[in-house]
């Protein structure tokens, strides 16, 4: 406790956070609206700081991993979270048949754990797994690496196989009318290889690993400036090429887009200074940690709250979309709900664990 780092902790609840905060945007109605307007301008803008909500935990992830090594104990490692991702499977399973009233089966829940249905947004948990057993031969890379320069060289190839796209790959070259409407046509000329968008996770691990040994070297009113102005590149041409309809999902906009991954980078900074370790007492620590811990159960049980406040607010306010001053109510209430439900579930692992390991030691 005394040498843990709570600004990690800090990142993991924002990140969290930041999750719940982008799935307003998917279940309020956002994606069905016609992009017209200053309001559906600004919301632009802040959907695309929330989307750097799943390079945050990969970020992380690299930051904490590096150097795992190729052994039985690391392979053994992955246990919680396959038995964290079961048990909120099961509690989503669960749901969906209580509240839903959806007929499912043993076998089909079953099969839908194993095919990363049972809970809605496990997808993450898919390519975790993925990335967890190559992870080994990831860092025998950086780790051979003979210095600094060549980390970053090998940093920049990545970001130009997976990330680059999302500034290059986006205009139309050959037709005068596209740039007036860029919404009429969603097909852009390619510029740079796409062809392993991909592995962009791997990206975000070996840049998670840079920040753990070197750090950023920009100030944090230099990362504050740069942060704003790639929110404001993204929400633009988020907005510009859509209009005047529906929101346009592009490689501007998506997890491996090189302005994620600039706005991912500066948040992880900004939020690892923050000097609170000797400022906060030791209960708000330990409270910090208590969230941390459960971030990944909460993230996969906050589609049963996303369904429950989200339909509740449906049809209270009888209209096809959720005002915006909504989300200062829905989140903070999913956020929190998501996050109570997952320490149930944690206490229920540990109680099972505790129960399974006095009979095996009798």
Avoid at 61 to 67: A, P, R, V
Avoid at 167 to 179: E, G, K
Avoid at 194 to 207: A, D, G, K, S, V
Wanted: with cysteine; proline share 2%; charged share 15%.
């Amino acid at each position: 406790m005394r040498n843990r780092d709570y600004n990690l902790d800090l990142i993991r609840v924002f990140a969290l956070y930041t999750v719940v905060s982008v799935h307003f945007f998917l279940n309020s109605g956002f994606y069905s609206q016609d992009m017209i307007g200053f309001k559906m301008f600004i919301k632009c803008i802040i959907r695309s700081f929330f989307i750097i909500c799943v390079p945050l935990f990969l970020l992380l992830t690299g930051y904490l991993m590096k150097d795992k090594v190729l052994s039985k104990k690391y392979y053994k490692g992955i246990s919680n979270t396959l038995i964290v991702y079961i048990v909120s499977s099961v509690a989503c399973v669960i749901f969906k048949i209580l509240y839903n009233q959806i007929s499912i089966n043993l076998v089909d829940s079953i099969l839908s754990i194993l095919d990363f249905t049972g809970a809605n947004y496990s997808w993450y948990i898919e390519m975790y797994i993925g990335l967890f057993l190559i992870i080994p031969f990831l860092n025998l890379i950086y780790k051979n690496l003979a210095n600094k320069k060549q980390r970053q060289i090998l940093i920049l190839t990545l970001l130009f196989l997976t990330s680059f796209h999302g500034i290059t790959n986006i205009y139309v070259f050959d037709s005068v009318s596209w740039f007036m409407q860029p919404s009429s046509i969603q097909s852009y000329q390619k510029l740079v290889p796409t062809f392993w968008i991909q592995i962009y996770p791997i990206t975000y691990y070996f840049i998670g690993s840079y920040l753990s040994d070197y750090g950023f070297r920009l100030n944090n009113k230099k990362c504050g400036i740069i942060l704003i102005l790639s929110m404001l590149v993204t929400g633009t041409i988020g907005y510009y090429w859509a209009t005047p309809y529906k929101f346009v999902w592009g490689p501007w906009c998506s997890y491996s887009s090189i302005l994620v991954v600039i706005m991912s980078v500066c948040v992880f900074t900004l939020i690892k200074r923050i000097p609170f370790k000797d400022k906060v007492s030791t209960n708000v620590k330990r409270m910090i940690k208590r969230v941390s811990d459960v971030t990944l159960g909460a993230y996969l049980v906050s589609y049963i709250f996303d369904t429950i406040f989200y339909n509740f607010f449906n049809n209270k306010l009888g209209d096809t979309y959720i005002a915006f001053k909504y989300y200062f109510i829905i989140v903070p209430v999913v956020f929190v709900s998501s996050i109570l439900l997952s320490m149930f579930l944690d206490l229920l692992i540990k109680f099972f664990n505790k129960y399974y390991t006095g009979i095996k030691n009798e």
